[in-house]
């Protein structure tokens, strides 16, 4: 009997899962994107981020119980994420640092392009902790509220809050304590060892 | 000192400006979900052709009552056969036995008449 059911229910989980792609993808990206740091594994993770989602969709339907899936989706990508660089730490011939280039063409990169304080921001961002940057990357890049972090993160809502607190302090710190680095506008970060951020003071 | 936090966080907002996914990856995406869903539709489909159509699929139930049915009717000849061997011997020898003893009966009858002289 359920059977007789499931090509209209499908096609109702299809039409709302398309509206949830749509509304998500560039969430996505931009989480991606910031997380990993280049355009290749942003795209690789993006597109396996919502191959998942379409494979569990029914069911966090269903577990949400009319909450935004939007949480689920970037705990997803954290997910993937984090088991790319896990594999990748196995794989000393690519270490994660040959693929941390934020700035490489990038409409960031264009924003940050000759904004130095941006640039610093960016790199400070980069040195923080994994799960301090994921929240930030959350709360600015995607907008989400404390609550949409806690749930992707898989934490409390105060837990969350100190997270993103602490976060914002440590960053400033960082920021603070790195002057503006001549060296850096010649185009190269000597302590990465990746492309520099393009600032042009000159 | 609130200022100045808010200033930072505007900086960082700035800084981690959100990122348009590239042209090419949502064309490829869509079209890897696209092919996905029909194709998940056209195995649903299928299955459901295959289930109420497929003749195949009714052979298993329509053997298993025919198999059902003569295994039924099997046993019910094969006990009546055994009662049909079984039965007989013993319906004869009771009657034989009764005709036996009624001969018996009768033979005793008329000794004893003839011996009283009747």
């Known amino acids: 009997m359920a059977d007789r059911d499931s090509p209209k229910t499908k096609a109702q989980l299809d039409a709302e899962f398309a509206d949830l792609y749509r509304a998500h993808l560039r969430d996505v990206y931009s989480y991606a994107y910031y997380r990993v740091g280049n355009h290749h594994d942003a795209e690789d993770l993006t597109e396996q981020t919502f191959l998942q989602a379409y494979r569990h969709f029914e069911r966090a339907q269903r577990e949400s119980r009319g909450r935004p899936l939007r949480p689920w989706l970037i705990r997803i990508a954290h997910n993937l994420a984090a088991n790319l660089y896990r594999d990748r730490s196995r794989r000393p011939a690519a270490p994660i640092e040959d693929t941390s280039e934020l700035t490489a063409l990038h409409t960031t990169e264009q924003l940050v392009e000759g904004r130095e304080e941006l640039s610093r921001v960016l790199e400070g961002v980069r040195m923080l902790p994994d799960d301090r940057r994921e929240a930030l990357i959350m709360r600015f890049a995607l907008g989400m509220d404390n609550r949409e972090i806690a749930r992707a993160l898989g934490r409390s809502d105060g837990a969350t809050k100190v997270l993103i607190h602490r976060a914002i302090k440590q960053l400033e710190e960082i920021v603070s304590e790195s002057p503006p680095d001549p060296v850096r506008a010649g185009g190269h970060n000597s302590s990465t060892g990746t492309p520099g951020e393009g600032a042009r003071d000159d | ?118």
């Open chain 2, 1 to 118: 000192m609130t200022d100045r936090v808010s200033s930072f966080e505007s900086l960082l907002r700035e800084a981690l400006a959100p990122v348009e996914p590239p042209a090419a990856l949502a064309l490829r995406l869509e079209g890897t979900l696209t092919s996905i869903t029909e194709m998940a539709a056209d195995e649903l489909e299928a299955w459901e052709l295959g289930a109420m159509r497929d003749p195949r699929n009714w052979a298993r139930p329509a053997a298993a009552v025919v198999v059902g049915s003569a295994a039924a009717a099997g046993l019910v000849l094969l006990r009546a056969r055994r009662r049909a061997q079984e039965n007989p011997p013993d319906l004869l020898s009771a009657r034989s036995a009764a005709e036996r003893s009624l001969r018996d009966l009768s033979e005793q009858t008329r000794r004893l008449l003839a011996r009283r002289g009747i």
